[in-house]
Every structure is written in structure tokens, then in C-alpha cells.
């Protein structure tokens, strides 16, 4: 699979799937939602896949040399790239309540302003929409992204860092290496070097929170707030607290679920339950 520093190909999208617990969601909505956002779309595989089943798909993200490599793909569908993968500075342009459903796959985690992106989706949804977010429990315990155990448990500093040298030097790493882990002769940094620019990625690209945080500043816009954790829990588990397997522990994956509320005028009310 090529990565998303490169164009998107047809035959990258062959293997492409939309994660299951967003395809549950879209199937449970009804009637079929009609206008769909991707929040953190990178290349745009999610919209491109949608709009091949007939949704209109839309994705924001904000890295603008990512959303490039998407476009010739699109291109060649007959789209029009530049209106369908959009920065994140132009989020304004899409008119309030015009979306059925805004999702995210693994990009909460990225996410540096969650409270922006709350108002922004509470807006962008028309009441009675869905926001769906999918992402790494911040108690996993193995980072995803660098594929090390317990590194994003401890803070940005030295313990961290010795950490990843730890799991380097025990054969643990993001898998292929990446390319900026290798100096221009393509031989692998010295260990501190990589040490160095894995615990910066951690600092300045993830942002691990509790569910309990997320849901309280989705919940303060005027979401309607659930979610579930997606993954293995084994029984013993529930020995401890409550709130380690409800942050992803050992492996799962949030999959946060957000309803924006009909408005319902008072006297229309038939008894029956509005969501
Ligand atoms: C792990 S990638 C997910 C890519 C995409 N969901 C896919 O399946 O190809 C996370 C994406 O989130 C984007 N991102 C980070 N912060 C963002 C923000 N505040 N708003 C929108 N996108 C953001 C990154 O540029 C990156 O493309």
C-alpha cells in the first residue's frame, strides 16, 4: 500500500474498506443520509469509496500536500477534486445544518483544538444528524502509531524517550521505518536520533485525551453524547476500575457517537420519542 505521501492509485482503493462500525452507522440511518463530511480525510480514500455508493461525500483535512494526492484519482472518477477534498481554513464554506453525518477514522487523536472541531461539526450537521468519530483509546497499551507499548502513557520528556530507545533497541517500531528515521544514505538514524523524532511525533501530532474529557466538551456544545469501545476487553478486565476499559484498555478503539438534537416545537409533540 503506497503511503499518503504518495498519489492515491485505483489499485490502492481495491483493498480499501470503510472501517465497520461507521458502515453500521450509515446502514442503521434512515432514511440513507444524503451529504456526508470526512473529517482528517488525508488522500480522500473514504470519500472517493462513498461516492461510489452513490453518497455525497465530502472530506476536510489540513494537510493540503495530502489532499493532493487524492485528486488524480478523483479526477478520473469524473469529480471535481478541489470541490469534494477541502483544507480545513475553507470548513466555513459548507453552509450550517448541511450535513447527515460527519465522521472521523483515526484522526481525533490528531486533532490539536477538539472544541473547534465540536462547534464546527455541531454546526455543519442539521438536526437530527450524526457525528461518528473512530480512534485509539488513550489506554491502550500499545501505541498505534509508533507500534511500542506504553509510550503515550508518560508525559513528553527523558523517561519517554528512554522508553522508545527501549522498545527500539527490543525490535519495536513503526513498521516500514520511516523514511525520515534514515539519514540520506538511507541508513537508520543512531538511536537517540530516532529515539528523538518518534518522541517529538508523539508530542506535536498526538493528542491523547480521556473519553471523559471528549465527551464533556461535545456534550457542552449540545451534543447528544455515546460511545463504546471497539476491541478485544478480556473478563479480567472488569476487575479494574471502570474507567481503564472505557479508555480503550488493552486494545480497543473508541467509537465515539454524537447526536445533534431535532428541534421540536412544543406543540407538535405526538408523545413519541424525537431522536
Ligand atoms: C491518520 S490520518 C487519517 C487519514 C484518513 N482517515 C484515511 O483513512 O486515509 C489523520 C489525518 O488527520 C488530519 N488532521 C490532523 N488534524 C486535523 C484537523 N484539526 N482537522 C482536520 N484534519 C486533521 C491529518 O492531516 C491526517 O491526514
Request: hydrophobic share 40%; proline share 9%; charged share 25%.
Amino acid at each position: 500500500m503506497n503511503g499518503k505521501h504518495e498519489p492515491l492509485t485505483e489499485a490502492e482503493m481495491v483493498g480499501f474498506r470503510l472501517n465497520p462500525a461507521l458502515l453500521e452507522q450509515l446502514r442503521a440511518c434512515a432514511p440513507r443520509p444524503a451529504r456526508i463530511l470526512d473529517w482528517g480525510c488525508g488522500r480522500g480514500r473514504a470519500v472517493a469509496l462513498l461516492r461510489q455508493e452513490g453518497f455525497e461525500a465530502y472530506g476536510i483535512d489540513t494537510d493540503l500536500a495530502v489532499l493532493r494526492n487524492g485528486h488524480a484519482l478523483l479526477r478520473g472518477r469524473g469529480f471535481e477534486p478541489e470541490r469534494l477534498l477541502r483544507h480545513l481554513d475553507d470548513i466555513r464554506t459548507f453552509a450550517d445544518d448541511s450535513f447527515d453525518i460527519v465522521f472521523s477514522e483515526e484522526t481525533l487523536e490528531h486533532v490539536a483544538d477538539i472544541a473547534a472541531l465540536a462547534h464546527e461539526s455541531f454546526r455543519l450537521l442539521r438536526p437530527g444528524g450524526l457525528a461518528v468519530h473512530s480512534f485509539p483509546g488513550v489506554r491502550r497499551l500499545v501505541e498505534p502509531h509508533l507500534r511500542m507499548p506504553l509510550v503515550h502513557w508518560l508525559g513528553p520528556g527523558a523517561p519517554r524517550r528512554l522508553l522508545i530507545q527501549a522498545c527500539l533497541l527490543l525490535g519495536h517500531g513503526p513498521r516500514p521505518p520511516w523514511p525520515e528515521a534514515h539519514d540520506e544514505c538511507g541508513r537508520p538514524l543512531p538511536l537517540a536520533g530516532r529515539a528523538a523524532l518518534y518522541a517529538r511525533y508523539l508530542e506535536e501530532k498526538v493528542h491523547y485525551r480521556r473519553i471523559a474529557e471528549i465527551a464533556s466538551i461535545h456534550d457542552r456544545v449540545g451534543f447528544r453524547v455515546r460511545h463504546r469501545i471497539v476491541g478485544p476487553v478480556p473478563a479480567w478486565a472488569g476487575l479494574l476500575p471502570k474507567s481503564w476499559p472505557g479508555d480503550g484498555f488493552p486494545a480497543g478503539n473508541v467509537l465515539l457517537l454524537l447526536s445533534k438534537p431535532d428541534i421540536i416545537a412544543p406543540h407538535a409533540s405526538t408523545g413519541s420519542n424525537p431522536s
